[in-house]
């Protein structure tokens, strides 16, 4: 079945460093793939995606590129703000008779200090 | 716009009790989904409805579980006899439309805390 799979957390860091936080996942035909932020206290927000191979999705800073060959929807983003501080999860679509349902990673916990 | 709205935010009750959730999706969405987040199982998939019908039921752990859609709109998810295992946040979420379509993004509402004493 579906499955997709994120780097262990938490991760720390400190403000302005560079954040990458791995995705890869299974699935068969093409799936759509995003990523969803949770901020504290919030719901799960839509931050980027990317419909089909070597799509970059982009928002808000940060981007990741729909990679078929790795099976893979790294998060990357130049410089962390405090505000960045949440809980990210990958998720895939597999579409067709999955009916658009998402199969999320786990969750990645990301702290940054000031 | 408004988004997605669930109540109650917030539900505690003994065990053994029957619960009733409450989503409400975005106007004009017409995939409708229920997922369920656990410290234990993550983000997982409850069931999906497109307008008041349910093609996919598959997520809904046992025959405690149910749910249906009125009026292509408002969902009720409701949960028999519950048990403690059952405690969770459960997310509603909503799109334009499910049926053979991957790329349509879902907006989850707040998701209801429940608790299960």
């Known amino acids: 079945g579906d499955s997709v799979t994120q780097m262990e957390g938490p991760v720390t860091l400190s403000e302005e460093a560079f954040l990458t936080i791995n995705c890869t996942y299974t699935?068969?035909?093409?799936?759509?793939l995003f990523w969803y932020v949770q901020y504290p206290g919030e719901g799960l927000q839509l931050l980027l995606k990317a419909t089909k191979a070597d799509d970059k999705g982009s928002n808000k800073g940060f981007e990741a590129t729909y990679r078929k060959e790795t099976t893979s929807f790294h998060l990357e983003k130049g410089s962390v703000q405090v505000s960045d501080s949440a809980v990210y999860f990958c998720?895939?679509?597999?579409?067709?008779?999955?009916?658009?349902?998402?199969?999320f990673g786990q969750g990645t916990i990301l702290t940054v200090h000031p | 716009g408004a988004g997605v709205s669930q109540s109650p935010s917030n539900k505690v009750t003994e065990k053994g009790k029957d619960v009733e959730l409450r989503c409400d999706p975005i106007s004009g969405h017409t995939a409708l989904y229920w997922y369920r987040q656990s410290l234990g199982q993550g983000l997982e998939f409850l069931i999906y409805f497109q307008g008041n019908s349910a093609p996919d039921k598959s997520g809904l752990p046992s025959d405690r579980f149910s749910a249906e859609r009125t009026g292509g709109s408002v969902s009720t998810l409701t949960i028999q006899r519950t048990q403690q295992e059952d405690s969770a946040v459960y997310l509603c979420?909503?799109?334009?439309?499910?049926?053979?379509?991957?790329?349509?993004?879902?907006?989850f509402g707040d998701g209801t805390r429940l608790s299960i004493l």
């Open positions: 979420a909503s799109s334009l439309t499910g049926w053979g379509y991957s790329n349509q993004p879902q907006h």
């Open positions: 998720a895939l679509s597999a579409g067709g008779t999955s009916y658009g349902k998402l199969t």
């Open positions: 699935a068969t035909g093409y799936p759509s």
